[in-house]
């Protein structure tokens, strides 16, 4: 089992649509959560950081549940441009090493 | 704008020959992560460097791969021998502490 699960997708949802993935991490020491997002054929760029108490940015929102070790993003009024591979991570112990899911596909269709 | 760069971009080598890749993290970024990305294993991590020294190389095949920092301005990952299950894309990353990483575009290896 990988220490950090993700539903491969792909998702595939109109424009202006709210889609939520989840990720799922099996390492209960893991301390830091973060999304990134990948476009086809070029490198991961970070999206938001994952906070206890949930964070907001714009139409993105993330969530932690420790009790059942989850985090999840929603993303809201889909756009063409959200089309993209979304990875989370999940980084363990003082030294933060980090432990990426293999990515959720998004395709926002017109 | 400040990167992280990556050389080569594109590889195509033998099977057998030495692969070496070279990463300019951003000035005054003191971790280094590398890791490679491939269809079927997603993005594993190979190595992780704070202020040069290395924390974590336990995802790196250690008899052939190799990760120095021979100084703050240039990681090297290489392969010696390669062989044609390393062909991936080969991804650099750095940060101010091992949480935000900003990645480089990569270097797209293919050993024959």
């Known amino acids: 089992r990988k220490e950090v699960e993700q539903d491969p997708g792909p998702f595939n949802v109109p424009e202006g649509a709210t889609v939520a993935f989840n990720c799922t991490y099996s390492?209960?020491?893991?301390?830091?959560f973060f999304w990134y997002r990948q476009d086809c054929r070029k490198e991961p760029k970070l999206l938001m950081s994952?906070?206890?108490s949930g964070n907001e940015d714009g139409r993105f929102t993330a969530q932690l549940n420790r009790a059942s070790q989850y985090i999840s993003l929603l993303i809201r009024d889909s756009k063409l441009s959200d089309s993209a591979t979304y990875l989370c991570?999940?980084?363990?112990?003082?030294?933060?090493?980090?432990?990426f899911g293999r990515g959720t596909s998004l395709i926002v269709h017109p | 704008d400040a990167r992280v760069t990556q050389t080569p971009r594109h590889k195509v080598t033998e099977m057998g020959q030495e692969v070496t890749m070279r990463c300019q993290p951003i000035?005054?970024?003191?971790?280094v992560f590398w890791y490679r990305q491939t269809m079927m294993q997603g993005l594993e991590l190979l190595a992780y460097?704070?202020?040069?020294?290395?924390?974590?190389d336990s995802g790196m095949p250690k008899d052939r791969f190799s990760a120095e920092m021979p100084d703050a301005t240039l990681a090297t990952l290489k392969i010696q021998p390669s062989e044609p299950r390393d062909s991936a894309v080969y991804f650099c990353?750095?940060?101010?502490?091992?949480?935000?990483?900003?990645f480089g575009p990569g270097t797209r290896l293919l050993v024959l």
């Open positions: 990353a750095s940060g101010t502490g091992g949480e935000t990483q900003y």
């Open positions: 390492n209960s020491a893991s301390q830091s």
């Open positions: 994952v906070y206890s």
């Open positions: 991570v999940a980084s363990r112990g003082g030294s933060y090493i980090p432990t």
């Open positions: 000035l005054g970024h003191n971790t």
């Open positions: 460097f704070r202020n040069r020294a290395p924390l974590d």
